[in-house]
């Protein structure tokens, strides 16, 4: 099959890529647990993904804090040695032509004091997750409530971190605003039961809103993509009552921000949420910027949904865990390997 749409050069953003095609954001677990610093396996893993001719490479999941640790082996950007470590990452993707942009992820609540320095995680409310500790396999731990000076810091935290990535020579970054993770936990109902002015209906995305703000202020909102979704890691039935307002809500906020470039998240790409149609075309009916589109792709129903103007940037994920060069493979017709949890989630390739 000829991939015309996939493998053509765009521009999305403030980025030139050289095709349509993004590597998605997977936690790997490979930097040093305790100073959160990658080394030279993690510069081949990106190098090697740079070479093969990915348009756009987002990162695993980057902590902006300590206490926004996840599991064991999450990278951080929150000191100047961290930094400096993800320097020889993006220097290897951009000497082979790749672009490159950190996602900066605060697990919040979904979390224990073991992976955090002792500390509870935090949280908008005093609400414990169901489930276990990735890896750590212990139950969430309670979380205490942020006070207005502790949100306050995490919104610098993320900013701080941005600079850090900025610094750090990454092309952009993205802000995890999906999955039941920090900013999430203040926008749903179920984990943000606060009656100040960052809870209740109308307060619940101004958290969002005011990292989005800090951290486009500290490099510049054409920089800067959103994840966002209804998915809940820990609560995996949970969906929108009314999606429609729900995605509205998010998109005033985006628009209001200067926002150009969402990376929306479902649990299957051509599933629909309401009306008939998917997450993306959903959001694609009210948004004219640009879209990523991921989750259960194809590189054939990737190409059709950039030629109907859904989505035109498509994010891959277990495949190019198994398939490095997945852009020669698709170029030259060649088969893909299939992925194997097994072995492609303990390797870096």
Do not use: C
């Amino acid at each position: 099959m000829n991939y015309k749409e996939l493998l053509q050069p765009v521009r999305i953003g403030n980025w030139h890529l050289r095709t349509r095609i993004a590597m998605a954001p997977m936690t790997r677990s490979f930097a040093d647990d305790t100073t959160g610093i990658v080394g030279e396996d993690v510069v081949a893993y990106y190098k090697r993904r740079a070479q093969d001719g990915i348009g756009l490479i987002i990162t695993e999941g980057i902590t902006p804090s300590p206490r926004g640790k996840g599991t064991f082996g999450v990278p951080g950007l929150f000191t100047k040695e961290q930094a400096n470590g993800w320097r020889k990452v993006t220097d290897a993707v951009h000497e082979e032509g790749g672009t490159i942009i950190a996602q900066l992820w605060h697990v919040g609540r979904l979390t224990h004091p073991d992976l955090t320095g002792g500390l509870a995680p935090q949280a908008p409310s005093v609400v414990q997750a169901e489930g276990l500790v990735h890896r750590l396999r212990k139950p969430f731990a309670l979380p205490e409530a942020m006070t207005t000076q502790e949100i306050k810091e995490a919104v610098q935290q993320y900013a701080q971190a941005a600079k850090y990535a900025d610094e750090a020579g990454f092309d952009g970054v993205e802000l995890h605003g999906a999955h039941g993770y920090l900013i999430d936990q203040f926008a749903w109902e179920v984990t943000n039961r606060r009656t100040d002015s960052y809870g209740e209906r109308t307060g619940r995305l101004r958290f969002m809103k005011e990292v989005l703000a800090a951290v486009g202020a500290a490099i510049g909102v054409d920089r800067v993509i959103v994840r966002f979704s209804e998915l809940k890691d820990d609560q995996p039935s949970y969906r929108w009552q009314d999606p429609e307002a729900e995605i509205e809500a998010y998109l005033k906020v985006f628009r209001e921000e200067g926002l150009r470039v969402l990376h929306p998240s479902t649990n299957t790409f051509n599933q629909p949420l309401a009306e008939n149609l998917t997450l993306h075309q959903l959001i694609r009916k009210r948004w004219d910027g640009n879209i990523i589109g991921v989750v259960g792709l194809t590189p054939s129903s990737a190409e059709d949904a950039i030629r109907a103007g859904i989505i035109d940037v498509a994010a891959f994920g277990k495949p190019l865990l198994a398939n490095p060069d997945f852009v020669s493979r698709l170029r030259n017709d060649q088969p893909f390997i299939p992925y194997e949890s097994k072995i492609h989630l303990k390797e870096l390739l």
